[in-house]
């Protein structure tokens, strides 16, 4: 069976999506939960669920993000993890770690890739006056947030939607989306998922 490891760096919502479909499914066995946050909400309820976990706090590593990395992959390695899963994980990884991981790591991002790469998505989807929003997930690459689709989930933009009221909307989509890109994924298919 897959293993799949998961990183966060706070409240791991998404990864709570990913851990309950994975024991629903049983299609794959989750190895790890680590974050760059020793105080990460996510990791308290990955251990109530009985999943390993794993912190390493990027602070004291200041600039250098290479002895970061070396120290988080030392504890992501020892799990054995096939598959990679970025959920909430708010670190930039470098191309050595990228390529580490290459063909086997996703991320989720809260917009419609190509569209808004980057921080504060809804934000800048509202001011933008588009009628949609939503969520991408794709495979990890060197270039930030732009590796290739592997699913999108889209929501209407409503009128007298605020930033807040958008991301509660795509964030419950994104706990559908990720679920379903990674059980495909696992199956080694790549076809692209669409939601609704
Ligand atoms: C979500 O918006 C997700 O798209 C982004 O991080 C935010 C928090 O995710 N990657 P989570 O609740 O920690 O899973």
């Keep these: 069976m897959k293993r799949v490891a998961i990183l966060i760096s706070g409240g791991g919502s998404n990864m709570l999506a990913l851990l309950r479909d994975m024991g629903q499914g049983g299609y794959a066995e989750p190895v790890l939960v680590a974050s760059n946050d020793t105080a990460a909400g996510g990791l308290q309820k990955a251990a109530d669920l009985g999943v390993l976990t794993a912190a390493v706090d990027h ?65 800048r989807a509202l001011a933008a006056g588009d009628t949609h929003a939503g969520c991408t997930v794709h495979e990890v690459t060197a270039e930030l947030d732009a590796g290739p689709v592997l699913g999108q989930g ?30 495909r994924f696992v199956a080694g298919d790549r076809t692209l998922v669409r939601l609704p």
């Design 154 to 183: 889209s929501v209407p933009i409503q009128p007298g939607d605020t930033e807040a009221s958008l991301a509660l909307r795509v964030l419950s989509l994104e706990h559908q989306l990720y679920p379903a890109v990674l059980r």
């Design 59 to 123: 602070r004291p590593f200041g600039k250098d993000r290479e002895a970061f990395e070396a120290a988080l992959a030392a504890k992501i390695d020892a799990a054995r993890p096939d598959i990679l899963c970025l959920a909430g994980f708010m670190r930039i990884l470098t191309p050595g770690f990228v390529r580490r991981y290459e063909g086997r790591m996703l991320n989720i991002h809260p917009s419609l890739l190509p569209k808004y790469p980057g921080l504060h998505t809804h934000a």
